[in-house]
C-alpha cells in the first residue's frame, strides 16, 4: 500500500521557520522524483520544490527560491522541506508527491494528504 504521510505543519509567524517531512513507503522511494506542491484558498495547486531521485538536482517554485530547501534522505525513505523566512503568502495546505515509472509506458504519481501551514502574527 502506498503511503505519503506529511507532518511539521503548523502555526508560525512571519519571519520564522518550519520543516515538513513526508515519510514514503509502498513504492520505490530511491526510484521517485519528490515535490512539494501547496494550494492556498481559491488557488490553483502550485510547485514549491522538487528533487531528483538521487538528490543531485533540486527546483524552485520562484516565490520560494532562497527561503525554502528540499532534501532527500533515499535510506529513510523521507523527504523534506525546511522552509525560512515565512510570509503570509506561504500560508496553504502543503503536500508531497511522488513521480516515478513502472516501465518505459505505466508511470505513477502519488499524493499525500497534505499539511496546512499558517503563517500569521
Known amino acids: 500500500q502506498v503511503q505519503l504521510v506529511e507532518s511539521g505543519g503548523g502555526l508560525v509567524q512571519p519571519g520564522g521557520s518550519l520543516r515538513l517531512s513526508c515519510a514514503a513507503s509502498?513504492?520505490?522511494?530511491?526510484?521517485?522524483?519528490m515535490s512539494w506542491y501547496r494550494q492556498a484558498p481559491g488557488k490553483e495547486r502550485e510547485l514549491v520544490a522538487g528533487?531528483?531521485?538521487?538528490?543531485?538536482?533540486?527546483n524552485y517554485g520562484d516565490s520560494v527560491k532562497g527561503r525554502f530547501t528540499i532534501s532527500r534522505d533515499n535510506a529513510k525513505n523521507t523527504v523534506s522541506l525546511q522552509m525560512n523566512s515565512l510570509k503570509p503568502e506561504d500560508t496553504a495546505v502543503y503536500y508531497c508527491?511522488?513521480?516515478?515509472?513502472?516501465?518505459?509506458?505505466?508511470?505513477?504519481?502519488?499524493w499525500g494528504q497534505g499539511t496546512q501551514v499558517t503563517v500569521s502574527s
Open positions: 508527491n511522488a513521480k516515478g515509472s513502472f516501465t518505459a509506458t505505466r508511470r505513477y504519481d502519488y
Open positions: 509502498g513504492f520505490t522511494f530511491s526510484s521517485s522524483v
Open positions: 528533487i531528483t531521485s538521487s538528490g543531485v538536482s533540486t
